[in-house]
């Protein structure tokens, strides 16, 4: 099913996991893609994308059809993300799906929490999501029309320990989604959130979660993790699938969700049922 023929659809943090998921999906229903992704370790995070990475979503993109274009830059930083949005103007002449995805974890007790741990998290997660949407609402509000949709997190809506910084930023992504929600409606721009539980990706694989899930064992492995994390929703999964997480996203950027805005949707098993709101 090609419903995105002919769109135009920018997404950061695009070299691996749910990022590259998406661009795929898209790349397969018709849309040429603009991929961001910072391509380098941020010290505290667990394993980020590498240049090989982004170059081989860029393959696979292209293998699909797609046209593509590739930029290597940091979320954080405005003025990379407005020339972000430049490169996208001048190479396809428009931007209709924002796929504001980037993000990364690290942990600890906030009262240990070492500066870093603490502001990374929140510069990428929040910090990351905001100055990519300035730079592309612009464009989208003077064409009249777009899809923006943040990646939160199921803790985007309650606290967690050890993840302060990382519950904070996703916190905010929901503010900043609902507010310019507000602002974009008259310029027939939507605005969401997408909210997933722990999704099968690096973020979720990796020694430090493991360890913060079963500190009782030395060196855990996803098995001994599991059941830990099917104790958190009500659907007992542990994880759930990149193509969960796609499904949910390309709802949102397509056209049956045109007067859906201002959300945050969870793909979560149920998890979010606890939750007041
Ligand atoms: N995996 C999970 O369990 C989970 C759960 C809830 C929400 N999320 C969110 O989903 C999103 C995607 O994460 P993922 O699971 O695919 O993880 P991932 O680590 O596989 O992919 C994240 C990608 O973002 C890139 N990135 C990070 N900081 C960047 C920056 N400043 N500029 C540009 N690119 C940057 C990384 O290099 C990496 O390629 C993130 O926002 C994450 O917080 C993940």
Redesign the pocket.
């Known amino acids: 099913m090609r419903n995105f023929d002919g769109r135009i659809a920018v997404v950061?943090?695009a070299?691996?996991?749910?990022?590259r998921s998406h661009a795929l999906a898209l790349a397969q229903r018709g849309a040429d893609l603009v991929l961001?992704?910072?391509?380098e370790q941020?010290p505290c995070a667990?394993r980020?994308?590498t240049p090989e990475e982004l170059e081989e979503t860029a393959r696979l993109v292209e293998a699909l059809g797609a046209s593509c274009l590739t930029v290597k830059?940091?979320?954080?930083d405005p003025q990379q993300m407005r020339d972000v949005a430049a490169a996208a103007v001048e190479r396809f002449g428009r931007i209709d799906v924002l796929l504001a995805?980037?993000?990364?974890?690290a942990y600890g007790p906030v009262r240990e929490m070492a500066d870093d741990v603490w502001r990374d998290v929140v510069d990428?997660?929040l910090g990351?999501v905001a100055a990519t949407i300035r730079a592309v609402a612009p464009v989208m509000a003077k064409q009249r029309s777009g899809r923006i949709i943040a990646?939160a997190?199921?803790v985007g809506r309650e606290g967690g320990p050890n993840n302060a910084n990382y519950a904070a930023s996703k916190w905010g992504v929901i503010g900043l989604v609902k507010s310019v929600a507000i602002e974009m409606a008259p310029y027939g721009v939507t605005v969401n959130a997408f909210s997933?539980?722990?999704?099968s990706?690096?973020?979720?694989h990796n020694d430090l979660t493991y360890r913060l899930f079963r500190p009782d064992l030395a060196e855990p492995t996803a098995d001994d993790v599991r059941d830990t994390f099917a104790t958190l929703n009500p659907m007992a999964v542990p994880?759930i699938e990149v193509s969960d997480a796609t499904a949910a996203v390309l709802f949102l950027a397509s056209d049956d969700a045109r007067y859906i805005t201002g959300v945050a949707l969870d793909v979560a098993g149920g998890w979010n049922a606890f939750h007041c709101a």
């Open positions: 950061t943090g070299a691996k996991g749910q990022g961001v992704d910072i391509a941020i667990s980020m994308g830059a940091d979320t954080r995805n980037a993000g990364i974890a990428v997660n990351g990646t997190s199921s997933p539980m722990s999704v990706t690096d973020m979720c994880w």
